[in-house]
């Protein structure tokens, strides 16, 4: 089945740096969607991107719906030691509704 | 409660035991999910409901039995699992309209361990 692509794997950043990861699909996506994880806890939902080229913002998170409808980012500005955890991208084909397909996760550490 | 809540947070079970794992929703949606997560894999789906009817189930092996009785409680039944089964199991909810955005919430999970 369709796969998502994300990377990358694992992050290991100083507090203040910028962060940018991404994700990719070999096939064309409506709607894609960025979560984080903490440990002990479901994915929360951070930022929701409905349309080709969108940029949306949630603080200090800035997301963008790629163009080809393939691809997504996901940047995070001056990091802070509560940004750690694994952030996950999911992507809605067209004609899938009801069904969302979930990247393998970035795993961000951050360090004083 | 807000959000979606789940019980137990963890459990631990034998391969012969039967257990039950419960998932509330207090956001008036109308679809849940149940999803399989394992160390270094994507999250997994297993069940979809709609509106109290299973849509989907994604190839779940028989020894997992969903049940949705009403829109806002999902339980996930379980009978002779085996150790590969181990994971945390996340409940999902979601207000589904027809082919459009599907913004899921999850809640905490359960981590289930099979011995």
């Known amino acids: 089945g369709q796969q998502l692509n994300q990377s990358p794997q694992s992050m290991f950043i100083q507090e203040g740096e910028d962060v940018s990861m991404n994700c990719t699909s070999s096939?064309?996506?409506?709607?894609w969607l960025w979560y984080k994880q903490e440990p002990g806890e479901g994915p929360v939902l951070l930022i929701a991107?409905?349309?080709?080229?969108e940029l949306t913002s949630n603080g200090r998170l800035t997301a963008q719906f790629g163009i080809t409808r393939k691809d997504s980012f996901l940047n995070i500005s001056a990091s802070i030691p509560s940004d750690v955890g694994i952030y996950f991208c999911?992507?809605?084909?067209?004609?899938?509704?009801?069904?969302?397909?979930f990247g393998t996760g970035t795993r961000l550490q951050v360090t004083l | 409660e807000t959000g979606v809540t789940q019980t137990p947070r963890h459990l631990v079970m034998g391969m012969t035991n039967k257990k039950s794992l419960k998932c509330e929703q207090h956001?008036?949606?109308?679809?849940m999910y149940w999803y399989k997560q394992s160390a270094k894999k994507p999250l997994e789906l297993m069940f979809v409901?709609?509106?109290?009817?299973?849509?989907e189930n994604n190839s779940v092996p028989s020894r997992f039995s969903p049940e949705c009785p009403n829109s806002s409680h999902l339980f996930l039944h379980l009978h002779t699992l085996q150790p590969e089964d181990s994971a945390l199991y996340l409940c999902?909810?979601?207000?589904?309209?027809?082919?459009?955005?599907?913004?899921?919430?999850f809640g905490p999970g359960t981590r289930l361990t099979v011995l």
């Open positions: 999902a909810s979601s207000q589904e309209p027809s082919g459009g955005v599907n913004e899921q919430f």
């Open positions: 096939s064309i996506f409506n709607t």
């Open positions: 991107l409905y349309k080709a080229g």
């Open positions: 999911a992507g809605q084909e067209t004609g899938t509704a009801s069904k969302l397909t």
């Open positions: 956001l008036g949606h109308n679809a």
């Open positions: 409901y709609n509106f109290k009817e299973q849509t």
